[in-house]
């Protein structure tokens, strides 16, 4: 991954896009890292991935009985309320 300081990055704003398209970005600022400019395409795999892992959390623990959806949340919630008053 190529490293840059935010002042290249200002001032060659129009080659770095061009350059995000192949491989990221990261971008700096007083030698530490700040950002990271991808493109749109490998930004879209990652979310694809950051979904695909939290919906395989969330099946493994309806599979393991600690996850209810939001109905039963709320009804859950609900009974907890009324039996504090």
Do not use: C
């Not at 840059?4 to 990261?26: M, R, V």
């Not at 749109?40 to 099946?59: S, T, V």
């Amino acid at each position: 991954m190529r490293q840059i300081n935010s002042t290249d990055f200002k001032n060659h704003f129009g080659e770095f896009l061009d350059l995000a398209k192949d491989e990221p970005i990261t971008i700096g600022k007083s030698g530490k890292p700040v950002a990271v400019v991808m493109s749109a395409a490998e930004y879209e795999h990652l979310q694809g991935l950051d979904d695909a892992y939290w919906k395989a959390r969330a099946e493994a623990a309806e599979e393991a009985g600690q996850w209810v959806d939001s109905d039963k949340a709320m009804r859950i919630l609900t009974s907890r309320l009324k039996r504090a008053r």
